[in-house]
């Protein structure tokens, strides 16, 4: 610009030295405000409204707050966990203090071995439901799909609980046509096994609970319904949560709030679904459902191809 602006037009070292001398001065100059930038952007680097040098630093910025955000988001999700996981342990010591505790009475008096056996078979309960708790997150490395006729199974699960049937008078009233479903056999009873036991913790003297399945175009079910003390319409939609117990449980018996939580978690690994219908004080229906467009045997194969 300066040689364009020269009246003469022509080469002239004078020309040269002062437009040399212009470049100097702007190099000179910038430098010493980059310096100076520098030196702020280094003492205010704590600061989150400083201002940065760059595009690329603020860019660079921006991504550490993300990460610092994400950060403080997977500190939350492990501290609730922790939290969730010390609120099970001493709730699942406050429950498994009550059969021992019989079991101690027991021994100073005469041992009804029914009695007995019931208590055994509650502390094997409170074992089983912890064993889960702790398998959960490793649930694809503990489970086999295999047809499950669900006739077999829920009479298995009402044998288990025949003490409790007897000495709270309960009926039971059964509607199990065989009906084949695919499933971890296991996992399933224990599914099954924590509901009818609700269903019995909640239910009065002279209760009935009855047990049927249904099959339609696009599922199987299987509903397990009594005529308790039923749920109150505001604790309903949150009885699946973790850890949450509702009025019964504070009010009626203690509970650790991890059956229902444990219950709907390994049906959704399974590929089915629980759902509850409830009228306080009339009655309480709890459906597992098995979808037919699904084939849980298929859905661990290609699992397997995905991580290979």
């Not at 071995?113 to 208590?119: A, D, F, G, R, W």
């Not at 009935?208 to 009594?226: C, G």
């Amino acid at each position: 610009m300066v040689f364009a602006i020269d009246p003469e037009l022509t080469w002239r070292w004078q020309t040269f030295f002062y437009a040399l001398t212009l470049v100097l001065l702007w190099l000179i100059f910038f430098f010493v405000h980059r310096y100076l930038k520098t030196v702020r952007a280094i003492r205010g680097m704590h600061n989150e409204d400083a201002e940065p040098l760059s595009l690329e630093s603020e860019a660079y910025h921006e991504t550490m707050e993300q990460q610092h955000y994400q950060h403080i988001r997977a500190l939350n999700d492990v501290q609730a966990k922790q939290k969730e996981h010390y609120d099970f342990i001493v709730s699942w010591f406050h429950e498994i203090k009550t059969p021992i505790a019989v079991l101690r009475l027991m021994q100073q008096t005469e041992v009804d071995p029914k009695s007995l056996e019931e208590e055994i078979s509650r502390i094997e309960h409170y074992v089983d439901q912890a064993l889960y708790y702790a398998k959960l997150d490793s649930f694809s490395q503990d489970y086999e799909i295999v047809n499950c006729n669900l006739d077999l199974l829920v009479k298995g699960v009402v044998k288990s609980h025949s003490k409790t049937f007897i000495s709270k008078k309960i009926k039971i009233r059964l509607d199990t046509p065989s009906t084949v479903v695919q499933s971890d056999s296991k996992w399933l009873s224990f599914i099954v096994n924590q509901i009818v036991s609700n269903s019995l913790k909640y239910s009065n003297d002279f209760g009935e609970i009855s047990i049927a399945t249904q099959v339609t175009q696009q599922e199987k079910l299987l509903i397990i319904r009594d005529n308790g003390i039923g749920i109150e319409p505001k604790d309903l939609p949150r009885i699946f949560y973790r850890g949450f117990t509702g009025s019964n449980g504070r009010t009626y018996t203690k509970s650790t709030g991890m059956g229902l939580y444990l219950a709907q978690e390994l049906s959704k690994k399974l590929g089915h679904y629980i759902t509850c219908e409830s009228t306080l004080g009339s009655f309480t229906a709890f459906t597992i459902h098995f979808p037919k467009n699904y084939d849980p045997h298929l859905s661990v194969l290609q699992s397997h191809q995905k991580t290979q």
